[in-house]
């Protein structure tokens, strides 16, 4: 073959090359187009991501599905607040699900007339800003931007007189958990009011700073509008009519005895009670609950299976009621403090009348009930009272009069009083179990069988600029360059 002719093919091949690479680019190109043009008309939302951050809980899902009045949501927000995205697109997943829900976006600045109008009906502060207003029939519940994230404060800035300036960052998105809050809240025409007993010791419900407080579990209760309204009963003082649900939180002095015959009396009357006992001390409620068929132990449970050096022992093994079925269904743990046993004084009572008694939480089988785990006095020797699995917390019903509401009695008895203080709320699923508790003890059926919202964190990356710009290099420079070399290398081999 002359050299003529060999010139000639490696050009036609060469030309090949080229041209087999502008069909394919222009290919790619078509196939891309075409992919962004049926995204933007038919699109559905897939989530990957390690935490479900955008997937709506099954809670949120059941509620939505139960709202039966017209709600509408107000977002009076400036859009340039960088959580505004995260409300918007969040709530419109709510209106997707639901459409009696109404969405409304109020930019103050950009619609001052508007503004003035949503100022002036809900009777808002002039300097209100970025909040979210949901209304339904006369009711109203408002969320301010500050509660809707989590913060956390770093010192990161040093000034010239060598303090730390401290910077602000988003943690945590709580979106979700306040909106199906609102909506609960909300969608419930009877005013709820919880009294919580002091005088023996309690945790401190107005307390979040410290971590036995009750601060957290009292924002709780506010988020679907309970309010928390001190309570006590020395003296002449009663359980007022309107209380709905009486809360009892590690008492670690005796109760007196015209104490315990009032709640004798509300519970009687078909009362609701939240009972959380302290790891040391009884607080003479144990002969109160006996008359309801449960026995509260003077001991303290070790799991040796799930207990932890510091005392808290981890429940995976749950009972067959609306209260935890959520979370043995969903198969989240819970995490407690030294309990002590709560169990069924006699399993045969089974007179019509009799209250009904069920099983929440039990540790393992390889757990142990100690007396004198915790003296009062003096240095003494645990002495073991029982081995197996123990009952640490327990639901109790009895019907009440037929066609009348709220006649019925009911109270949950848990052995540990720090499963729901600041420390541990969050920890596991503590916040639903609590959340449960109270909406059973309330009578809201329509938050029951299903999980709350997870906690959604937000995760940052700290870089010095030098990195940042070796980052920039890499990204921009080095692998698109890489990418180029290869190609014309290939090209090149190809050619010859």
């Not at 099954?58 to 939505?64: G, H, M, Y």
Request: charged residues 20%; glycine residues 8%.
């Amino acid at each position: 073959m002359s050299e003529s002719m060999t010139n000639g093919f490696t050009r036609i091949r060469a030309f090949g090359s080229l041209l087999n690479a502008a069909i394919g680019f222009v290919a790619l190109a078509l196939i891309l187009a075409s992919v962004n043009y049926l995204s933007q008309r038919h699109f559905k939302r897939v989530d990957l991501s390690a935490e479900a951050d955008r997937q709506l809980s099954p809670l949120t899902k059941q509620v939505l599905d139960v709202v039966t009045n017209e709600v509408r949501v107000i977002v009076y927000f400036d859009r340039r607040v960088p959580v505004y995205k995260h409300v918007i697109e969040l709530l419109r997943q709510y209106e997707q699900i639901n459409s009696r829900l109404t969405l409304e976006v109020v930019d103050y600045e950009a619609k001052p007339v508007r503004a003035a109008e949503v100022v002036a009906r809900y009777k808002l502060p002039v300097n209100a800003k970025d909040l979210v207003i949901f209304d339904t029939t006369g009711r109203t519940h408002i969320i301010s931007s500050g509660e809707l994230s989590n913060y956390a404060y770093s010192d990161v800035i040093r000034s010239e007189s060598g303090a730390y300036l401290h910077e602000i960052k988003r943690t945590g998105f709580k979106g979700e958990r306040l909106f199906t809050s609102a909506l609960v809240a909300v969608s419930d025409s009877s005013p709820k009011l919880a009294y919580y007993l002091t005088g023996h010791g309690e945790h401190d419900p107005g307390n979040f700073n410290t971590d036995g407080g009750y601060g957290k579990f009292s924002a709780m209760l506010s988020e679907i509008q309970v309010p928390l309204i001190p309570l006590t009963l020395a003296g002449a003082n009663q359980i007022p009519p309107d209380c709905k649900l009486l809360i009892i939180a590690g008492p670690q002095t005796d109760l007196h005895a015209e104490e315990l015959q009032k709640l004798d009396a509300y519970l009687g009357r078909g009362g609701r009670m939240l009972t959380l006992f302290h790891y040391n001390s009884r607080a003479g409620l144990d002969q109160l609950l006996e008359k309801w068929n449960v026995r509260v132990g003077a001991n303290t449970v070790i799991d040796y299976e799930n207990s932890r050096p510091n005392g808290a022992l981890v429940a995976t093994r749950f009972g067959n009621h609306p209260v935890v079925r959520p979370i043995s269904t969903a198969q989240l743990p819970l995490q407690l403090v030294f309990p002590r046993t709560i169990d069924v004084r006699d399993p045969n009572a089974n007179k019509a009348d009799s209250p009904q008694v069920q099983m929440l939480i039990e540790t393992g089988p390889n757990s142990v009930a100690f007396r004198d785990y915790f003296p009062k006095s003096g240095p003494k020797r645990p002495v073991e009272e029982k081995r197996g699995t123990q009952k640490i917390a327990l639901a109790v019903e009895r019907a009440g009069v037929p066609g009348l509401a709220d006649s019925s009695t009911r109270m949950a008895i848990i052995g540990d009083s720090f499963v729901f203080n600041n420390q541990l709320l969050d920890a596991a699923a503590n916040r639903d179990f609590a959340w449960h508790g109270v909406n059973w003890l309330l009578d809201r059926s329509q938050t029951l069988n299903a999980i709350g919202p997870r906690p959604v964190k937000e995760h940052t990356v700290s870089m010095t600029q030098k990195q940042i710009q070796r980052l920039s290099g890499l990204l921009v420079g080095i692998i698109p360059g890489a990418t180029l070399c290869l190609g014309m290398l290939v090209w090149f081999r190809r050619s010859r």
